[in-house]
């Protein structure tokens, strides 16, 4: 947006509704008995069911009607008491049948809303709908910007995912900035990912968005010429493509032209919008009732048995957590997935911050399993953190997921704090440093700290930083 001032972003309002697809990692596909794969050699797993092959009939994968219906009451949606598959009609080549088993008037989940923690308070985004459908297959750009169409040479088509179990859910256009998506997005993953139906994952494909954006005056209740960007693969490609939309219908408005509803990818290289179709309606894919499928009607004791399965959910516990710990902490340990053993940590009794600091960065970067680690042993680490040296506890929390990890053995590794130890060792390197002794002495205390770092260099990181500090002072300022 720096092309645009302050002041003209200002009297805008985006309005954004975003389009989330969800794989499902349920065993076989959606309608044939494939199983599900990633990685493989291309169009290793297909049948002439998935193939579309003359004569060949779906079946329903029982536990991807499950899995929708259990996110769509995580979400706070009414199960829809009969459901109906449909045909979406539409030519491209990683589409055999010529048209995609779908859902349209009547889905699995209607309604609903995610509350979605925030910095300044918690926003409330509307589902339209959570419905089920079956995954085209992958075409491979070749030649293409990031192996997208724009500029490719030719195609391949890979079948092997054609098929799979695909989630949808549908926001409404509740989402009024790049951020809130964000935040929405993160939170929905979170919740697809602990109720074990998907791993998420964007750079796999398994979790995939498109949003739906326009424009309006500050004030205005209008919904005006909305553009969708298509296929966009990480939560900060998300928000800039979603920056970039805003700023650029703003500039058209601006300067007196009109938005025309067109379909855009987002070159995160480049930063550039290209738009590559106009945007398809609903009665653009003429949607009918899958004759080769009868409607689904849960009974009431699976919905009952589905909720009683819920346990409590992200957006809950990140706004319990935020009077502990702050807002973006919260979120950091709810999203990351180790926010249960943060809640065991302290019940073995390790102070709430340090903890969560503990988990946010050293645990994080030494890549341990939150699930692996026993946090008894954890806390006595975190709470002996000042007394042993930096790189011994690194070494300990980065230990803290092995079943034979125990904090005495690095405990008992104390940093040296004896002033009679280190004090010669101080002597040596401030006469071996008068240059950056005079600096200090003039004026300089930035520098203490390449005496610190002298001394922990010296010592191997042994040394207790604290008590180096306070030596290092006295004599520096004797």
């Known amino acids: 947006m720096s092309a645009l001032t302050n002041r003209s972003v200002s009297e805008w309002q985006p309005v954004i509704g975003l389009e989330i697809h969800v794989e499902l990692k349920t065993r076989t596909k959606m309608f044939c008995r494939c199983e599900t794969s990633f990685g493989l050699e291309p169009n290793v797993r297909t049948c002439p069911v998935c193939l579309a092959h003359p004569g060949t009939l779906p079946v329903p994968n029982a536990q991807a009607i499950e899995w929708t219906i259990k996110l769509g009451l995580a979400l706070g949606c009414k199960v829809s008491g009969r459901a109906l598959f449909a045909r979406k009609n539409y030519f491209y080549q990683d589409l055999p049948k010529g048209y995609q088993i779908s859902q349209y008037e009547a889905p699995l989940c209607i309604g609903g809303r995610l509350v979605v923690p925030g910095p300044e308070g918690a926003s409330e985004i509307r589902i339209n709908r959570a419905h089920l459908e079956e995954d085209a297959a992958k075409t491979i750009h070749v030649g293409g910007v990031e192996g997208r169409i724009v500029g490719a040479e030719h195609s391949l088509v890979d079948f092997n995912r054609g098929g799979t179990p695909l989630m949808e859910i549908v926001s409404e256009p509740d989402i009024h900035s790049s951020e809130e998506a964000k935040r929405f997005l993160r939170l929905l993953r979170q919740t697809v990912v602990e109720l074990g139906i998907s791993d998420a994952e964007m750079e796999k494909g398994t979790l995939r968005c498109d949003a739906n954006i326009s424009v309006r005056p500050a004030g205005s209740n209008e919904l005006r010429t909305r553009c969708e960007l298509k296929n966009m693969n990480s939560f900060n490609f998300i928000g800039r493509g979603i920056e970039a939309e805003i700023a650029r219908q703003i500039a058209v408005y601006e300067s007196g032209d009109e938005i025309l509803q067109e379909t855009y990818d987002f070159d995160a290289a480049s930063g550039t919008l290209t738009a590559h179709r106009s945007k398809e309606e609903a009665e653009d894919y003429r949607y009918f009732p899958e004759p080769d499928l009868v409607p689904?009607?849960?009974?009431?004791?699976?919905?009952?048995?589905?909720?009683?399965?819920?346990?409590?959910?992200?957006?809950?516990?990140?706004?319990?957590?935020?009077?502990?710990?702050?807002y973006e902490l919260a979120l950091d340990l709810v999203t990351s997935g180790r926010d249960a053993l943060y809640s065991r940590l302290v019940a073995a009794g390790a102070e709430p911050k340090a903890a969560a600091n503990v988990l946010m960065n050293q645990l994080a970067a030494a890549g341990v399993d939150p699930d692996a680690v026993n946090p008894n042993e954890l806390a006595k680490?975190?709470?002996?953190?000042?007394?042993?040296?930096?790189?011994?506890?690194?070494?300990?929390?980065?230990?803290?997921?092995?079943?034979?990890?125990?904090?005495?053995?690095?405990?008992?590794?104390?940093?040296?704090?004896?002033?009679?130890?280190?004090?010669?060792?101080?002597?040596?390197?401030?006469?071996?440093?008068?240059?950056?002794?005079?600096?200090?002495?003039?004026?300089?205390?930035?520098?203490?700290?390449?005496f610190v770092g002298q001394v922990m260099k010296e010592t191997q990181g042994k040394a207790d930083a604290k008590v180096v500090s306070e030596l290092l002072r006295a004599k520096l300022n004797g």
């Open 296 to 326: 689904y009607e849960p009974s009431a004791e699976l919905v009952e048995r589905l909720e009683a399965e819920l346990a409590e959910l992200p957006g809950s516990r990140i706004e319990r957590l935020t009077s502990e710990l702050g």
């Open 381 to 450: 680490l975190i709470e002996a953190r000042s007394s042993i040296p930096t790189a011994v506890f690194n070494e300990g929390v980065g230990a803290s997921g092995s079943s034979s990890f125990a904090a005495i053995d690095f405990i008992s590794q104390s940093a040296i704090s004896d002033a009679g130890e280190l004090e010669p060792l101080i002597d040596r390197i401030l006469a071996a440093n008068p240059s950056q002794v005079e600096q200090f002495r003039g004026g300089k205390e930035g520098l203490l700290g390449f």
